[in-house]
């Protein structure tokens, strides 16, 4: 049973760094797409950055220089590492996962919580 577990967040004031962690039961190669997702209350969960088999990472306008995604096959671990974070960053994070390339996750997190506080 696939599962994927999330850790790193926190409280961080505007302008500090959070990395976000998610690990993975089984390895990560049998993955298509990872991915963190955001959420805030009342909001649907948003892509904020993602891997996909063989291509660049992609993130989202707002995160653009700030975010950076990264994966360790052989701890079957990936990373979100957030700078310069802003009040607007705050919500619950989710890894994600799916088999296929285009498809919508197949395996979710439980997800961490950020609040950033200005």
């Known amino acids: 049973q696939v599962r994927l577990v999330e850790s790193g967040g926190g409280l961080v004031q505007v302008g500090g760094s959070l990395t976000l962690s998610c690990t993975v039961s089984?390895?990560?190669?049998?993955?298509?797409?990872m991915g963190w997702y955001r959420q805030v209350p009342g909001k649907e969960r948003d892509l904020v950055a993602r891997?996909?088999?063989?291509?660049?990472?992609y993130y989202v306008d707002s995160v653009k220089g700030r975010f950076t995604i990264s994966r360790v096959y052989r701890n079957n671990i990936m990373y979100l590492q957030m700078n310069s974070l802003k009040p607007e960053d705050t919500g619950m994070y989710y890894c994600?996962?799916?088999?296929?390339?285009?498809?919508?996750?197949?395996?979710w997190g439980q997800g961490t919580q950020v609040n950033v506080s200005s």
């Open positions: 891997f996909r088999t063989g291509g660049i990472p």
């Open positions: 994600a996962a799916a088999r296929t390339d285009y498809g919508s996750p197949d395996y």
């Open positions: 089984g390895s990560i190669f049998s993955f298509n797409q």
